[in-house]
């Protein structure tokens, strides 16, 4: 019985920080990997982040270097920073996690309720 819980979200200027989590529950967090996916109005939801259980991390080519995603295991709970936000960053941002033996088949993974982020300009 996997539950994501987001927060952080919220409304910033552009050029500003802003640092949302995701707090687990019903897993053994340590073997899964987890990440952060947007939908902003009228796209697809996209990767942002994922993070590993051995904690390799990957991210999206439009936020790379400005965003950085993290874990904590014994707090259950991933973290992303984001710095130098930008307009096209406002979305709502929804935790993932799958287990890792399962990783190769993303529909098994579960998801958040998202949190929203809006950058001004």
């Known amino acids: 019985q996997v539950e994501l819980s987001e927060s952080g979200g919220g409304l910033v200027q552009a050029g500003g920080s802003l640092r949302i989590s995701c707090a687990a529950s019903g897993i053994i967090f340590a073997t899964y990997v987890m990440g952060w996916y947007r939908q902003a109005p009228g796209k697809e939801r996209e990767l942002v982040a994922l993070i590993t259980a051995g904690s390799s991390t990957t991210y999206a080519e439009s936020v790379k270097g400005r965003f950085t995603i993290s874990r904590d295991n014994g707090k259950n709970t991933i973290y992303l920073q984001m710095n130098e936000l930008k307009s096209e960053d406002t979305a709502v941002y929804y935790c993932?996690?799958?287990?890792?033996?399962?990783?190769?088949?993303?529909?098994?993974?579960?998801w958040g309720q998202g949190t929203q982020v809006t950058v001004s300009s």
């Open positions: 993932y996690a799958v287990r890792t033996a399962v990783a190769q088949y993303p529909h098994l993974g579960s």
